[in-house]
Each structure stands twice: as C-alpha cells, then as structure tokens.
C-alpha cells in the first residue's frame, strides 16, 4: 500500500525530477505523490530552514492538518557572497538571466558555490520536519541546456567537470542537492 502525499509546487521539471527520486527501489514501499500548484508567500530570510518551513505551514493552513504535505526549496549560495543569493537565486534568474549571474562573480578568483535543498514535511499528525542536502561546486560560463533554472552555470565537484545541465538525470540525481535531500527524507517515510 503507499503512502499518498501532497508535493506543493508549481513547476514541472522538478515535479518530474522529484517523482523520480521519490521512486520505489528495491521492493520498497512507495509514495503515491500528488501536486498541488499552490501559491505561496516566501519569507524573506537567509535562512532556509525557516523559509522551508515557513511555505510549508502555509501548505498545511490552505490544505487541512491530516493530509501529508511537502515543499521543497532551493538555493545557491556563492562563497565569495558570503552565502548570497541563496534563497533569493529564482528572483536573480528572472530579473538578470543566466549570464549576468555569472559575471556577478567576475572580478573575483572564488567562484565556489553550493546548491541546497531543504525539504519541509508535515505528516499527518502535523508534525513538521525538515530535511537538507547540499552539493558543492563553482560557477561557471553557462554550459548545456537553459530549461531548468540556474543548472547549466552550476558545475558540481563531483561531476566529472560537467554542469547539471549536460548530466543526464539519473547521474545528477545521485549526486545532486536535490537527491542528497531526497535521500534522507525517504529514509524517514519509509523507516
């Protein structure tokens, strides 16, 4: 039998990505995921925990205590930013694009960021839990497909010197922020 929960978000590239990493392996139980497209207000914060959080809450007013829910937000954090843009990296991406992105870091020698996800859960009891994964890399000149968010300028450590966009799905999710997170809220549904 699977658990049925509610993925909050609007966007269907990661609700793909997400139906992927949420797949069954192994004779493990399996999540029966449905979206809901709602529309949130983001807290302005740099913590993420508390932005996750924040949505999260939200979710759960417009959709009832009882009904499992979860949201999931992204960052990418530039060392030389001392964290920045982080949260706000979807609002930078639509106001400069890609390119003026990556010039942001040009007259500096660091260009190491992480990308981070963090995954905040209400279960059916409405008790709230929150999950992170966090993949280090750099910034580089935008590399690959442009459909997915900031993916062709993020360049993972472990990625073999390719940037989200060139891996194909099933490598990046291994070594993702976004599959980094995933793991460690499967483990906690299916424990």
């Known amino acids: 039998m699977s658990q049925e929960i509610v993925f909050v978000t609007g966007n269907a590239n990661k609700l793909k990505e997400v139906q992927m990493l949420l797949a069954p392996v192994d004779g493990q ?3 029966q995921l449905t979206n809901e497209p709602l529309d949130l207000d983001e807290l302005q ?13 939200q979710a759960v007013e417009l959709l009832g205590v009882g009904k499992p829910v979860f949201v999931e937000d992204t960052a990418l954090r530039f060392d030389e930013f ?7 990296i979807k609002w930078f991406l639509k ?4 390119e003026k992105i990556v010039k942001m870091l040009e007259p500096f020698e660091n260009k190491g960021a992480e990308a981070v996800t963090t995954i905040a859960y209400a279960d059916e009891n409405g008790q709230y839990h929150v999950f992170q994964g966090i993949t280090k890399g750099k910034i580089v000149d935008s590399r690959g497909p442009t459909n997915f968010g900031w993916d062709s300028i993020f360049e993972p ?15 990046k999710n291994v070594i993702s922020h976004r599959g980094k997170a995933f ?9």
Do not use: R
């Open 29 to 31: 139980k399996s999540v």
């Open 157 to 171: 450590n472990e990625g073999k010197g390719m940037t989200y966009a060139e891996m194909d799905k099933e490598f």
């Open 183 to 191: 793991i460690e809220f499967k483990k906690f549904l299916f424990a």
């Open 45 to 57: 914060d740099v913590d993420l925990e508390a932005i996750a959080l924040n949505k999260c809450k």
């Open 95 to 98: 106001s400069m694009g890609l």
């Open 82 to 88: 001392n964290g920045l843009p982080g949260a706000y």
